[in-house]
């Protein structure tokens, strides 16, 4: 949720369209509603609980400046309550499993950047902005200077500069 919409889902006048959120007043704004509009993100717009998440830590953070400025006396955001995040469904592949990928990626194009991010836990941006000059082969190490970003939904990816984070290879993976 973006500054606008959170300050739109706590009823901030002039905060633009809504999204679908009520506009109310900060200091009428109850549990009832902001769980209301909660649930309307998780079951009719099909959000991830991860997501709804973020939003109401967002509203939640707008709404606890409004109590530091005294608009409000309690934060609403913070009573409504969500589904726990399946902490079980992002599980770490075993060093089998990473295997067995690698043996069936043999052959694909971005095998390279496979191994990178199973070995040295890059993550894709990184992996994806790595250049020939990133790679030292007489030290042996990659030299992690920026990573690709995707910028909108429809915008291409954007070299992002990260200063640099060098990488030792594996003895296996020198020539």
């Known amino acids: 949720m973006t500054g606008p919409q959170a300050a739109c889902a706590a009823g901030v006048r002039g905060a633009g369209p809504c999204g679908g959120a009520p506009r ?16 309307g993100k998780i079951n009719g717009e099909e959000h991830s609980i991860g997501t709804v998440h973020v939003m109401r830590n967002v509203l939640s953070a707008a709404l606890t400046r409004a109590m530091r400025e005294e608009i409000i006396s309690r934060n609403v955001a913070r009573l409504a309550t969500l ?3 399946d902490s079980q469904r992002n599980q770490p592949w075993t ?5 067995a990928f690698l043996r069936v990626a043999r052959f ?3 095998y390279p950047a496979f191994v990178l991010l ?6 894709r941006g990184e992996a994806l902005g790595l250049r020939w000059v990133d790679v030292d082969f007489d030290e042996g190490h990659v030299n992690i200077r920026r990573q ?28």
């Open 83 to 85: 589904p726990m995040i």
């Open 95 to 99: 060093a089998d499993e990473a295997r």
């Open 148 to 175: 690709l970003v995707r910028v909108g939904k429809d915008a291409p990816w954007a070299g992002e500069d990260q200063g640099r984070k060098p990488l030792t290879a594996s003895p296996r993976c020198r020539p």
């Open 24 to 39: 109310r007043r900060l200091d009428r704004l109850t549990v009832a509603e902001v769980q209301t509009f909660l649930n």
């Open 118 to 123: 199973l070995l040295y836990g890059l993550r």
């Open 108 to 110: 694909d194009p971005l």
